[in-house]
Nanobody, 128 residues
Framework: QVQLVESGGGLVQAGGSLRLSCAAS????????LGWFRQAPGKDREFVAA????????HYGDSVKGRFTVSRDNAKLSIYLQMNSLKLEDTARYYC?????????????????????WGQGTQVTVSS
């Protein structure tokens, strides 16, 4: 099992940048594929980014492609989301999520149903 704690959220001006972190604990972190999701009030949870177990495969939602970058540092038991060119519509609570996978897996997952482990989230608010 793994525990996930997000940080780095806050208030940022449109066009600015923010870097989110997700710190993990657990003895098998390297065996987890990870993802970022976000949810604004009254809206469904939206896929943002995913990264495979080894970090070789990444994927992004259409709304953030070209602006956000996901990465992981297995030695630090952390994943990151670099958010650039932020827009008002990026305002949401951001969550990291994990899914344990087989050692040979290099896949990524886009559905929140694929992730059994979730953090508490961190709020990102973009102002004009």
């Amino acid at each position: 099992q793994v525990q996930l704690v997000e940080s780095g959220g806050g208030l940022v001006q449109a066009g600015g940048s923010l870097r989110l972190s997700c710190a993990a604990s657990g003895r098998a972190f390297v065996n987890y594929a990870l993802g970022w999701f976000r949810q604004a009030p009254g809206k469904d949870r939206e896929f943002v980014a995913a990264i495979s177990r080894g970090g070789d495969s990444t994927h992004y939602g259409d709304s953030v492609k070209g602006r956000f970058t996901v990465s992981r540092d297995n030695a630090k038991l952390s994943i990151y989301l670099q958010m650039n060119s932020l827009k008002l519509e990026d305002t949401a609570r951001y969550y990291c999520a994990g899914r344990m996978v087989d050692p040979f897996s290099d896949g990524y997952y886009e559905s929140d149903r694929d992730y059994p482990y979730w953090g508490q989230g961190t709020q990102v608010t973009v102002s004009s």
